[in-house]
């Protein structure tokens, strides 16, 4: 049988199948767009504060100054998996500055080096000009791995007036006063986490040129934050023509070994930064004095015409970057005296939250920034550049956090900053980019493993055991990167060994992966591994 439909049933399934078609369509272009809007982000979008986010930073007993980050950053995204950061900050680190001691206790301390060198019976100072220019008087023990330890936050007073009267050697004003006092030497602080390095010993102070010990002081509170009569950890060091360094605010019973009237040399250990005395933080007071026991400051400039004493004198403003850092919270810095909590971590999972840290010291306005993210493949993950408006911050920080994708690629990443023409990098992983095996045989462990990633050019392999001794002393280091298969020997059988492999760069861990095996003399035809 036939059916015939009237015209107006006909207009009406016509229309019903045009619908049909446009809704498809409607849909089609859609999802088209929303794919283009997610993951293809064409052209590129560049981010800038608004006007409007005025961050301000306050952490007790530090001068942190409060920055409008529309003033400091803007930042041009790669990548569609985010527009903004999930999280930025920071602010400038000061330690406040304090006397480092009375014009009394200084005469004390004068009368004391004067017996003492009487008492010794040192020759007086032949009329030389001292020839051995000075060393720089810190240094970073092995295993620091920061870029940079130390800030400068005070020069030498050449303006005798006071109060609030100033001048350094460069006719600048990075130096204090107070209505009774003015700063008679060079100060260098650590940094970044002060606190930490000191508790660590990872900055030590060491002899700026050769000499007699003339005075040492040791065990005494190390933990001052502001002004106070108590007294410092120490020792003054005095030279061939007379001059003397003093070495100020040491860390308690890290003061030299050596005693009073013995010598040291150039670039000896003489103690670990601290803050003993009175002092605001960790930092080394260091303090010229001539043959008289006058005030000399080591740095020739405009307004100290003098030849500089030091073997290379480092610029007024030494703008560096000292440590990059990735971690899964922005650092802390709590009231002094109380450790920071840096947050650091180098190995996430997709889906983290990552953030990534930047420290400067002597930073100043107009410095350009250029930092990037850059994934196992080398493609952009986040690129952002910037600059500050302040015009000068004596150590500083600013971070911003990224989250990953739940997909976000397996393997090494690299964070890499371009500042005052010079690059930085920080290596870090997501996922399992290390997969270790262990395969158990008579008194030996097979070690075997995959990488999914690039290593740096520069890392080797540490492999760590805990377990009764075997042929090879835990760690073994210095393993080449292209190393896959390694075998200990000479273990116990039966006896379990937790075994951890690390890619290291410049002796920080990149990656790690663990495993736990038993040797025996069985034949076993599968690994005997737990993870």
Same mark, same amino acid.
């Given at each position: 049988?036939?059916?015939?439909?009237?015209?107006?049933?006909?207009?009406?399934?016509?229309?019903?199948?045009?619908?049909?078609?446009?809704?498809?369509?409607?849909?089609?272009?859609?999802?088209? /767009?929303?794919?283009?809007?997610?993951?293809?982000?064409?052209?590129?979008?560049?981010?800038?504060?608004?006007?409007?986010?005025?961050?301000?930073?306050?952490?007790?007993?530090?001068?942190? =100054?409060?920055?409008?980050?529309?003033?400091?950053?803007?930042?041009?995204?790669?990548?569609?998996? %985010?527009?903004?950061?999930?999280? $930025?900050?920071?602010?400038?680190?000061?330690?406040?500055?304090?006397?480092?001691?009375?014009?009394?206790? /200084?005469?004390?301390?004068?009368?004391?080096?004067?017996?003492?060198?009487? *008492?010794?019976?040192?020759?007086?100072?032949?009329?030389?000009?001292?020839?051995?220019?000075?060393?720089?008087?810190?240094?970073?023990?092995? +295993?620091?791995?920061?870029?940079?330890?130390?800030?400068?936050?005070?020069?030498?007073?050449?303006?005798?007036?006071?109060?609030?009267?100033?001048?350094?050697?460069?006719?600048?004003?990075?130096?204090?006063?107070? $209505?009774?006092? &003015?700063?008679?030497?060079?100060?260098?602080?650590?940094?970044?986490?002060?606190?930490? =390095?000191?508790?660590?010993?990872?900055?030590?102070?060491?002899?700026?040129?050769?000499?007699?010990?003339?005075?040492?002081?040791?065990?005494?509170?190390?933990?001052?934050?502001?002004?106070?009569?108590?007294?410092?950890?120490?020792?003054?060091?005095?030279?061939?023509?007379?001059?003397?360094?003093?070495?100020?605010?040491?860390?308690?019973?890290?003061?030299?070994?050596?005693?009073?009237?013995?010598?040291?040399?150039? @670039?000896?250990?003489?103690?670990?930064?601290?803050?003993?005395?009175?002092?605001?933080?960790?930092?080394?007071?260091? %303090?010229?004095?001539?043959?008289?026991?006058?005030?000399?400051?080591?740095?020739?400039?405009?307004?100290?015409?003098? $030849?500089?004493?030091?073997?290379?004198?480092?610029?007024?403003?030494?703008?560096?970057?000292?440590?990059?850092?990735? +971690?899964?919270?922005?650092?802390?810095?709590?009231?002094?005296?109380?450790?920071?909590?840096?947050?650091?971590?180098?190995?996430? &999972?997709?889906?983290?939250?990552?953030?990534?840290?930047?420290?400067?010291?002597?930073?100043?306005? @107009?410095?350009?920034?250029?930092?990037?993210?850059?994934?196992?493949?080398?493609?952009?993950?986040? $690129?952002?550049?910037?600059?500050?408006?302040?015009?000068?911050?004596?150590?500083?920080?600013?971070? *911003?956090?990224?989250?990953?994708?739940?997909?976000?690629?397996? @393997?090494?990443?690299?964070?890499?900053?371009?500042?005052?023409?010079?690059?930085?990098?920080?290596?870090?992983?997501?996922?399992?980019?290390?997969?270790?095996?262990?395969?158990?045989?008579? /008194?030996?462990?097979?070690?075997?493993?995959?990488?999914?990633?690039?290593?740096?050019?520069?890392?080797?392999?540490?492999?760590?055991?805990?377990?009764?001794?075997?042929?090879?002393?835990?760690?073994?280091?210095?393993?080449?990167?292209?190393?896959?298969?390694?075998?200990?020997?000479?273990?116990? &059988?039966?006896?379990?060994?937790?075994?951890?492999?690390?890619?290291?760069?410049?002796?920080?861990?990149?990656?790690?992966?663990?495993?736990?095996?038993?040797?025996? %003399?069985?034949?076993?035809?599968?690994?005997?591994?737990?993870?």
């Amino acid at each position: 049988m036939q059916h015939k439909f009237s015209p107006t049933w006909k207009f009406v399934l016509n229309l019903i199948l045009v619908l049909g078609i446009l809704g498809i369509a409607l849909q089609i272009a859609h999802e088209s /767009r929303a794919v283009r809007a997610q993951d293809i982000f064409s052209p590129r979008p560049t981010l800038t504060f608004p006007g409007s986010n005025s961050l301000s930073v306050f952490t007790p007993n530090r001068d942190l =100054k409060p920055f409008s980050a529309s003033t400091i950053f803007s930042a041009t995204l790669f990548t569609s998996q %985010e527009i903004t950061p999930t999280d $930025s900050g920071g602010g400038e680190y000061k330690l406040p500055n304090v006397p480092e001691m009375t014009d009394q206790h /200084r005469r004390e301390i004068q009368q004391e080096i004067d017996r003492n060198i009487a *008492r010794l019976g040192l020759p007086r100072p032949p009329k030389i000009i001292f020839n051995t220019p000075l060393a720089f008087p810190l240094q970073a023990v092995p +295993g620091l791995n920061d870029y940079g330890y130390h800030g400068m936050s005070a020069f030498v007073d050449h303006n005798s007036a006071r109060p609030n009267q100033l001048l350094d050697w460069a006719c600048g004003t990075r130096t204090y006063d107070t $209505s009774s006092f &003015n700063h008679t030497g060079t100060d260098f602080f650590t940094w970044p986490f002060g606190w930490n =390095k000191m508790d660590n010993d990872q900055v030590q102070i060491v002899a700026a040129a050769p000499g007699t010990i003339v005075l040492k002081q040791d065990g005494n509170f190390d933990r001052s934050c502001g002004m106070n009569s108590n007294p410092w950890n120490g020792v003054v060091i005095r030279h061939a023509d007379g001059s003397q360094i003093w070495y100020v605010h040491m860390k308690k019973n890290s003061v030299t070994a050596k005693s009073v009237g013995a010598t040291v040399v150039q @670039g000896e250990y003489l103690g670990i930064v601290g803050s003993s005395g009175s002092s605001t933080g960790p930092h080394l007071h260091f %303090e010229l004095r001539d043959a008289g026991g006058n005030g000399l400051d080591p740095y020739a400039g405009a307004c100290n015409n003098i $030849s500089s004493w030091w073997s290379a004198q480092r610029p007024y403003y030494d703008s560096a970057i000292n440590s990059l850092t990735t +971690g899964n919270a922005a650092p802390v810095f709590p009231s002094c005296p109380n450790p920071e909590t840096s947050n650091n971590k180098n190995q996430f &999972n997709p889906g983290d939250t990552i953030y990534f840290t930047i420290y400067y010291r002597d930073q100043l306005a @107009g410095q350009t920034t250029s930092a990037t993210i850059f994934q196992p493949d080398g493609s952009v993950f986040r $690129s952002w550049s910037g600059s500050s408006s302040v015009a000068h911050y004596s150590a500083s920080y600013w971070y *911003r956090a990224y989250a990953l994708s739940a997909n976000a690629p397996l @393997g090494i990443w690299k964070f890499q900053v371009i500042f005052n023409g010079q690059t930085y990098t920080h290596n870090f992983s997501v996922g399992d980019a290390l997969y270790l095996r262990g395969r158990p045989a008579n /008194r030996a462990i097979s070690l075997d493993w995959d990488v999914y990633g690039n290593l740096p050019a520069n890392s080797t392999w540490q492999i760590t055991y805990v377990g009764v001794p075997g042929d090879q002393a835990s760690p073994i280091a210095g393993i080449t990167n292209s190393t896959r298969v390694y075998v200990l020997t000479g273990l116990t &059988n039966y006896t379990w060994y937790t075994i951890t492999l690390s890619a290291m760069v410049n002796n920080v861990p990149i990656m790690t992966d663990t495993v736990s095996v038993m040797p025996t %003399e069985m034949i076993v035809d599968l690994p005997f591994v737990a993870k």
